[in-house]
Structures are given as structure tokens and as C-alpha cells.
């Protein structure tokens, strides 16, 4: 998208969000002061940030398939390692969130939609090594590198399903009695992350945690993400601008917070 399209959102955000002060719902407060801004530090993020550092310096060429956003029939081009890693991986930043509320969260199962080279989803196997990891990616050549990835971390509860993420969501699915921990990051259009979101409900409970990535990244995800604030199953939402966490806790009223991270 256009920068100054984003810059026009993020100070639209900014102007709209708030901090810890005035915040009165204590399950928020705890969330925001502890996890969403803890600055402490756990031996995963060396692990996977020396990863990243690697496939910076990697120059390997492939053919990549694309089924996101710019795609809607899945094009093939030639990328380096490094380029995807310096232009389509979450940034440490995220990625040591993503981990962290994991961790807090203590998922059985987490889903990822889009792998990519994998560092976010070793953040969140990193997290909960107990917990099955199932992450879906389209490109078998992405794919291929994020299992060799996989490897290289030792990171034994991953599950990469390869395929078109339209074929392979049902199929995990139906495979999960439920869905403790969703993360959505495999297409930034209004219609599919709609879908997803509707086929990933039927496996949500109240304790349920779903995370969705670049909210603001275009117009169809502002209008996306203001649906889904919306589904009359979301109870509680909170806006960071990069991703929104979804919470679908009965024992609150419905309510939605804008803070800055």
C-alpha cells in the first residue's frame, strides 16, 4: 500500500489510542502492562533472532508462489532468501510478542496461516513446546525452507501443511477438538481473512486467543478488522495498529481497546 496511506492510519491511531493509564479492566491492565510491554528477556529470542541473522546472508534464490494479497491464482517469481526475510518476515519486535503471549496464554494447539520462513512460527513453538503447532504456508518452496528451518531450531511440535490455505484450513480443522491460539497471517484481502476468521470460530471457546496481522495494511483489512470487532461472538478486542488480538471471554462486556505498542 501507498506509505502515506499508512502514515495517514497510524496517526489517525495515535491520535484515537491510549496507554495504561485509565485503564479499567484488569484483565487489559495485567495484559498490557506485563505481557504486551514486558522489556524482560527469554533465551528463544537469541535462538530464533540468530536464524534471522542467517537468513539475511543467505543469497539461495526461489521460486515463490504467491496466493496472498497481490494473487488471487497463486503467480510464481524469483526471490532471494534474504529479500523474503528482509521484506515479508514480522519484525523481532513482533515476533517477541507473539511469543510472549503465548507463553502467557499456555495454548494446547496454535494455528498460524502463512509460515513464510518460519521465524514467527519458532517464536510461538518456542513458546509452548507442549503445545501441537499446525502453520500453514502455499509455497512448497517456503515451505521447504521453513521445514529445514524447523530442523536447525530442533523444534519438535511444528506442523507445516503445505498447499493453498482455501484446501488445507479445513482439513487442520477438522483434525483439532479446539483452537486455543490463532494467528492470521496468510492473506491481507477483505473476503478470505472474513472466511478464516468465520471457519476458525467454530473451533474458538471462551479462552481463545486470535491474533491478526497488518489490521491497517490496506482498506479491505481496516474494514475487516472492523467487522470482526463487530461478530457478535468477539467480546473484547485490542488495536496495537500492527496486529489485533481477538478475545472471545464471556464474563466481560463487550469492549474494545486502542493502544499504543
Known amino acids: 500500500m501507498p506509505p502515506l496511506a499508512l502514515f495517514y492510519r497510524y496517526v489517525s491511531f495515535w491520535m484515537r489510542s491510549g496507554n495504561a493509564h485509565g485503564l479499567h479492566s484488569p484483565f487489559v491492565f495485567n495484559l498490557y502492562c506485563f505481557i504486551i510491554h514486558h522489556d524482560g528477556y527469554f533465551p528463544a529470542y537469541d535462538t530464533?533472532?540468530?536464524?534471522?541473522?542467517?537468513?539475511?546472508?543467505?543469497?539461495?534464490?526461489?521460486?515463490?508462489t504467491d496466493f496472498g494479497a497481490g494473487s488471487h491464482t497463486g503467480k510464481t517469481k524469483k526471490r532471494k532468501v534474504s529479500d523474503i526475510v528482509r521484506t515479508a518476515a514480522k519484525p523481532p519486535r513482533?515476533?517477541?510478542l507473539l511469543f510472549r503471549l503465548a507463553n502467557h496464554f499456555k495454548p494446547?494447539?496454535?494455528?498460524?496461516?502463512?509460515?513464510?520462513?518460519?521465524?514467527?512460527?519458532?517464536?510461538?513453538?518456542?513458546?509452548?513446546k507442549t503445545a501441537q503447532v499446525y502453520t500453514l504456508e502455499g509455497c512448497p518452496a517456503i515451505a521447504a525452507q521453513a521445514r529445514a528451518n524447523f530442523e536447525k531450531l530442533r523444534l519438535q511440535n511444528v506442523q507445516l501443511v503445505e498447499g493453498n490455505i482455501n484446501?488445507?484450513?479445513?482439513?487442520?480443522?477438522?483434525k483439532v477438538e479446539s483452537l486455543d491460539f490463532a494467528f492470521f497471517d496468510g492473506n491481507h484481502r477483505l473476503e478470505?481473512?472474513?472466511?478464516?476468521?468465520?471457519?476458525?470460530?467454530?473451533?474458538?471457546h471462551e479462552g481463545s486467543v486470535?491474533?491478526?496481522?497488518?489490521?491497517?495494511?490496506?482498506?479491505?483489512?481496516?474494514?475487516?478488522w472492523q467487522k470482526i470487532k463487530q461478530h457478535p461472538q468477539v467480546l473484547l478486542t485490542v488495536d496495537l495498529f500492527y496486529i489485533g488480538l481477538v478475545f472471545f471471554r464471556t464474563n466481560q462486556?463487550?469492549?474494545h481497546f486502542t493502544l499504543r505498542f
Do not use: H, N
Open 94 to 96: 513482533l515476533g517477541k
Open 210 to 224: 486470535f491474533i491478526f496481522d497488518d489490521i491497517y495494511w490496506s482498506g479491505e483489512m481496516v474494514e475487516a
Open 253 to 255: 462486556p463487550k469492549q
Open 108 to 128: 494446547a494447539t496454535i494455528l498460524e496461516l502463512g509460515t513464510s520462513l518460519g521465524l514467527t512460527t519458532s517464536y510461538l513453538a518456542s513458546a509452548r
Open 167 to 174: 484446501t488445507t484450513l479445513p482439513q487442520v480443522l477438522e
Open 48 to 64: 530464533v533472532e540468530v536464524l534471522r541473522d542467517e537468513l539475511l546472508e543467505d543469497k539461495t534464490v526461489l521460486e515463490v
Open 192 to 204: 478470505p481473512t472474513l472466511r478464516y476468521f468465520e471457519a476458525c470460530l467454530t473451533k474458538a
